[in-house]
């Protein structure tokens, strides 16, 4: 792995996001075969909130110890750990914690985890410590995403995928891995142990009536009326396909996937995409070829802090399926908020 960024801009940089999102992925997962079993009732989210809990506080730590002069906005803050209704919780965080920083205590994990509550600055970086709650919690897709920014740009993206394959296909229990993209350079898939699997590249398909869209699984996360109108404006033949988190921007990369559409859900209509749920995934998509905007095809501004306030929801696709999509967008009305909103 480190012959692959050696000598490289942001190399190093690229290496630690590698390293760190399989560190924290493969925790994860630990907790998820630990905690999650088949009596888990749905409205018990305590094992998606340990380990958002302690991927932040791994990462974070490890941040503050390489790159202590750039801030961190992550997804997770500490208050609620610190309060007696989250005692038992702070505990089981420590704990998995502590199988990588050993000695950790609970203090120390709070202190790790509030580093993420830092600011936008020429330089910092953003982490989503579990990209796909939904999806963890079924033992299905999820992601740790980390990126870094430097002059509004970003530099460095790195997925941890641990239920997909090496050959970028879903695989639950299978292998993982992680796709690294540097901003100029390419992006490429690697093993979860670091061994690189091939430089990534969009689908060469230009035909709307071939393009196969991922959209999220659960339809609460979009406009489900819409997509289903712009699919059939599309004319595609084939299905949506059904995945949470960003592991579908690794798909995109891959070639196995041709349009992602994040649009603005009627439940929540003023709705402001978070920047670390998109700016890994974004120059994962961008480094393979693609293409990503706004709904309306404006550039995502990563600058307004932890949201994408200037922007209207995201439209990812393999560059050539880009502009078709963004005139079906304009025609029925999803490029628009409500007004009030």
């Not at 992550?74 to 000695?103: C, D, F, N, P, W």
């Not at 859900?265 to 670390?276: D, F, L, M, R, T």
Request: charged share 25%; with cysteine.
């Amino acid at each position: 792995m480190q012959d692959l960024f050696a000598g490289k801009p942001y190399g190093k940089e690229a290496l630690f996001a590698t390293r760190m999102v399989s560190m924290a992925a493969n925790l994860c997962r630990e907790i998820q075969s630990e905690m999650v079993t088949q009596a888990l009732e749905k409205s018990d989210r305590s094992p998606v909130t340990v380990a958002d809990f302690a991927s932040q506080a791994v990462v974070a730590r490890l941040l503050m110890d390489t790159y202590s002069q750039d801030p961190l906005i992550a997804e997770e803050a500490s208050q609620t750990l610190r309060v007696a209704e989250g005692e038992k919780t702070l505990k089981a965080v420590t704990a998995y914690v502590a199988r990588i920083h050993e000695g950790a205590e609970p203090e120390d994990v709070c202190q790790w985890i509030d580093h993420g509550n830092g600011k936008t600055a020429d330089r910092f970086w953003t982490l989503d410590p579990i990209d796909g709650t939904k999806g963890f919690l079924r033992g299905d897709q999820y992601v740790t995403a980390l990126a870094l920014l430097e002059a509004g740009q970003i530099a460095v993206g790195a997925l941890g995928c641990p239920n997909l394959n090496h050959q970028l296909e879903p695989e639950i229990g299978g292998e993982g891995v992680v796709v690294i993209a540097i901003r100029g350079q390419g992006c490429w898939a690697l093993s979860m142990e670091g061994k690189p699997l091939g430089k990534l590249s969009v689908s060469m398909i230009s035909d709307p009536g071939q393009a196969r869209v991922l959209r999220s699984f659960e339809s609460g996360h979009t406009d489900s009326g819409k997509l289903e109108e712009i699919t059939e404006h599309l004319g595609t033949a084939h299905a949506p396909v059904l995945m949470d988190s960003q592991a579908k921007y690794a798909l995109m990369a891959a070639g196995k996937g041709d349009l992602l559409f994040r649009l603005l859900s009627p439940a929540q209509p003023g709705y402001v995409e978070k920047i670390w749920d998109q700016a890994a995934g974004s120059i994962v998509v961008e480094e393979a070829g693609g293409k990503v905007t706004d709904l309306r095809g404006n550039t995502l501004d990563f600058t307004r802090g932890r949201g994408l306030t200037e922007n209207i929801g995201v439209l990812a696709s393999n560059g050539r399926l880009h502009d078709d999509a963004l005139e079906i967008v304009r025609s029925i009305g999803a490029d628009r908020r409500q007004e009030g909103v």
